[in-house]
């Protein structure tokens, strides 16, 4: 599987930004997929998450109700819409898939398959 993001700029506190990762290679319908952020000096953390049929969904308490994730089967593409972003959203953010049907893990180390990261700056 290759995951490639892409959607990052440069945006100011309240604004939004929608990200995507677009997959290719395995069917792309039946592993869960997820966001993952990391700032600079930080540890990787876990954003939001998606379930293979999309109908479950899971999110950091620090997004919640901000940031709302969403897959198109169709189009192999994942999206992360973000709105009301703050200085602190500002991070390299990264695709990833699990090789699982349903969400089990917010943990980096249990994913199956990265992409690239794109870049989230936010101005306060």
């Known amino acids: 599987v290759q995951l490639q993001a892409s959607g990052g700029g440069l945006v100011q506190a309240g604004g939004s930004l929608r990200l995507s990762c677009a997959a290719s290679?395995?069917?792309?319908?039946?592993?869960?997929m997820y966001w993952f952020r990391q700032a600079r000096g930080k540890e990787r953390e876990f954003v939001a998450a998606?379930?293979?049929?999309?109908?479950?969904?899971d999110y950091a308490d620090s997004v919640k109700g901000r940031f709302t994730i969403s897959k198109d089967n169709a189009k192999n593409t994942m999206y992360l819409q973000m709105n009301s972003l703050r200085p602190e959203d500002s991070a390299d953010y990264y695709c990833?898939?699990?090789?699982?049907?349903?969400?089990?893990?917010?943990?980096?180390?249990?994913?199956?398959?990265w992409g690239k990261g794109t870049q989230v700056t936010v101005s306060s």
């Open positions: 290679g395995r069917t792309f319908s039946t592993y869960a």
């Open positions: 998606i379930s293979w049929s999309g109908e479950t969904t």
């Open positions: 990833a898939a699990d090789f699982t049907t349903f969400i089990r893990s917010r943990k980096a180390e249990d994913m199956d398959y």
